[in-house]
């Protein structure tokens, strides 16, 4: 019996340290998002007046995953795509200030399922509750003792958090201002170069700064708690800024090209970099990959227009250690002007982008496109004033308003995207296929374009131009009864 006894006991201490080595083996997650900052405004993406010494040394202990890419170019669809790992139009998160339809699944939803601590700090912007079930850190992002404290609480339960910073979205009023002369910084070419842009370009600097000690706190948080080495660190940089050409609120590459590092000990060769094309709704299958999963047997809650409740997006785990340099063919987004605050028109664009050609598509040309964000105040003012005596101005700042049908960039030859190829006959058959790919992905997402640009005021969370963004979470609570999916289908015919 004794032996019998000391068996069992052996066997049951054996078990527990499996389990509990089961357990330490499973690495935490830091998801951090920057705010409306271009892909290229870093030391390390190439702008070297920008002071990012913390970005820039976090892409040195990692990969830099050079084509990643927005599948919308506004903060709320943008964040529900990266946590559900669905495409906008399909989850329902396709207009600003929006919610998902009710019963999708995020990856806060997958890991809090798979016993993680989920928790997200700053900004939030994603709807309706139920399906983001993370824990509110804290609405201060400069609060890192919350941060400390959630990710300590208990080290023997893996956590996964996101660190939302608020940086450097405009205002652009923190931050080291005395590191940027407005004289002496260089002007980006796809921007006026006068006084107003100037300073405020410096003052964007200053923030992107700021971004950059956030990251440096968070990443000391780790070090001093013994956390770094098991823990994925994943840096992007959301859609570009707001200065009016060609940034956020455009499906240019300014707008949906992000800048993405990972870092992940042991695992990730450090200082490497991959050319794989991918988008951020790959970040789910991706995390849960890491830990094991197959993300290809997940039902997300939300089908797609052919029935489908997997992802859309793809793991690129390969591509991160080392054994793939591929992922995506083709690479989607989408703009829908309706909801966003001051917009005048419907102004809705579709985009589908190879590693070398860009086509858009601008479902209503006719209209004018005007909104709050880019096409009032400063610095565009300061820009029409010097148009009049400048016509080549003048032609840039009318095509922030009127667009073609079609357009089509060699990227590898144009890379800001400035001559529209669409009608060239030598790229006929390019045009085509890229046309025919976005005809399959906007059906398989049940886009039906102008319809469903039109039916994007039923997919907020607050009355446009009238309620605080800032109050999305409270609002979400309010607004979770849905359009039912049918009812909305049949309503786009």
Not at 61 to 74: H, I, K, Q, S, Y
Not at 76 to 97: E, I, M, Q
Not at 124 to 141: G, L, M, N, T, W
Not at 155 to 168: G, I, M, N, T, Y
Request: glycine letters at 8%.
């Amino acid at each position: 019996m004794k032996q019998i006894i000391s068996v069992l006991t052996g066997v049951i201490v054996l078990v527990s340290a499996q389990i509990q080595a089961a357990s330490a083996a499973k690495p935490n997650f830091l998801l951090i998002v920057a705010d409306d900052l271009n892909w290229h405004d870093l030391g390390f993406t190439g702008n070297r007046e920008i002071h990012t010494p913390n970005l820039d040394k976090l892409r040195a202990e990692g990969v830099w995953l050079r084509n990643m890419f927005d599948p919308a170019t506004t903060c709320s669809p943008t964040r529900h795509a990266l946590y559900t790992g669905l495409d906008c139009v399909r989850s329902g998160a396709y207009p600003n200030h929006t919610r998902a339809y009710e019963g999708t699944k995020s990856m806060f939803t997958y890991f809090k399922g798979r016993g993680y601590r989920v928790g997200l700090q700053a900004k939030e912007h994603v709807a309706p509750k139920r399906s983001f079930p993370y824990e509110y850190i804290s609405a201060d992002q400069d609060d890192f003792a919350a941060f400390a404290k959630f990710v300590n609480r208990d080290k023997s339960q893996p956590w996964l958090a996101v660190f939302a910073s608020h940086d450097p979205h405009s205002p652009w009023n923190r931050g080291p201002k005395d590191l940027y002369d407005p004289a002496k910084i260089t002007v980006p070419p796809y921007l006026h170069d006068n006084a107003v842009t100037r300073k405020l370009l410096a003052a964007y600097y200053a923030e992107i700064t700021s971004l950059d000690s956030q990251v440096g706190a968070l990443l000391k948080i780790l070090e001093a708690n013994g956390q770094a080495d098991n823990t994925l660190v994943m840096f992007v940089s959301e859609q570009g800024s707001s200065f009016p050409y060609g940034g956020k609120w455009s499906v240019y590459d300014n707008g949906i090209h992000s800048a993405a590092i990972v870092r992940w000990p042991g695992k990730v060769k450090p200082g490497t970099s991959s050319d794989a094309m991918m988008e951020y709704l790959d970040v789910p299958p991706t995390f849960l990959a890491a830990i094991g999963e197959d993300p290809t047997k997940i039902d997300t809650g939300c089908p797609d227009a052919k029935g489908n409740r997997g992802f859309d997006g793809r793991s690129f785990l390969d591509v991160l250690l080392g054994k793939s340099d591929h992922l995506r063919d083709y690479v989607f987004s989408q703009h829908t002007t309706m909801g966003i605050i001051g917009y005048k028109e419907p102004y809705p664009m579709r985009s589908v982008r190879d590693p070398r050609y860009k086509y858009i598509r601008n479902l209503l040309p006719e209209n004018t496109y005007e909104i709050g964000g880019i096409h009032k105040g400063q610095p565009l003012d300061s820009w029409k004033a010097d148009a009049g005596h400048d016509p080549a101005l003048a032609k840039r700042i009318d095509w922030l308003y009127h667009r073609p049908g079609e357009e089509l960039y060699d990227l590898q030859t144009d890379p800001l995207e400035t001559n529209n190829l669409a009608a060239n006959p030598e790229l006929a058959a390019v045009k085509a296929r890229l046309s025919e790919q976005m005809g399959v992905w906007m059906a398989q997402q049940g886009d039906k374009g102008i319809p469903t640009e039109k039916l994007a005021l039923t997919r907020q969370v607050h009355t446009p131009g009238k309620g605080n963004p800032k109050k999305s979470r409270k609002n979400a609570a309010k607004n979770n009864v849905d359009m039912d999916r049918q009812n909305a289908n049949e309503a786009d015919e």
